[in-house]
Structures are given as C-alpha cells and as structure tokens.
C-alpha cells in the first residue's frame, strides 16, 4: 500500500469515526516527529490541517476536499 493510499485510509476512518459536535482528530508523524494533526467538523464536512513547524506557531487551514488534503499531508511527510 502505497503512502498515499494509507493517508487517504486514515483520513476517511476519521470521517466514519466524527460524532456530533466533537471534532475527531488525527495526528501524522516521521520518526516519532509530529508533523501535523487533522482534525474533521461532521457539521460542516471540513477538514482542519495544523501544521506543526520546529520553533514556530502552528499554521491552520481548512480543506473541504479529502484528496487535496491527502496531497497536502503527503507533502508535508515527505520534507
């Protein structure tokens, strides 16, 4: 299975797994470094991707695109 692939997995058992008003979240590392967490808003169906850079405040967007985020966490995993 390909990186990708196991992004997208884990990026669509956090939409099966959002309940209510509580946000699920989902924490993506390399080598035991967080890179950045997801987290899914059921209400409105966004993705909000927290990006985590050494040193600095962590930047937040929001995606409503599983695909586009999958693209933009590979990216991230690959640096």
Same mark, same amino acid.
């Given at each position: 299975? /390909?990186?990708?692939?196991g992004i997208?997995?884990?990026?669509?058992? @956090?939409?099966?797994?959002?309940? *209510?008003?509580? $946000?699920?979240?989902?924490?993506?590392?390399?080598e035991g470094?967080?890179?950045? /967490?997801?987290?899914?808003?059921?209400?409105?169906?966004?993705?909000? @991707?927290?990006?985590?850079?050494? *040193?600095?405040? $962590?930047?937040?967007?929001?995606?409503?695109?599983?695909?586009?985020?999958?693209?933009?966490?590979?990216?991230?995993?690959?640096?």
């Amino acid at each position: 299975m /390909s990186q990708l692939t196991g992004i997208i997995s884990r990026l669509q058992s @956090l939409q099966e797994t959002a309940a *209510g008003n509580e $946000p699920s979240q989902r924490f993506f590392e390399v080598e035991g470094e967080k890179r950045c /967490s997801v987290k899914y808003f059921e209400k409105n169906e966004m993705f909000e @991707l927290e990006v985590y850079e050494k *040193g600095g405040k $962590p930047q937040t967007y929001q995606f409503d695109n599983i695909d586009i985020i999958a693209i933009e966490i590979f990216d991230l995993l690959q640096a």
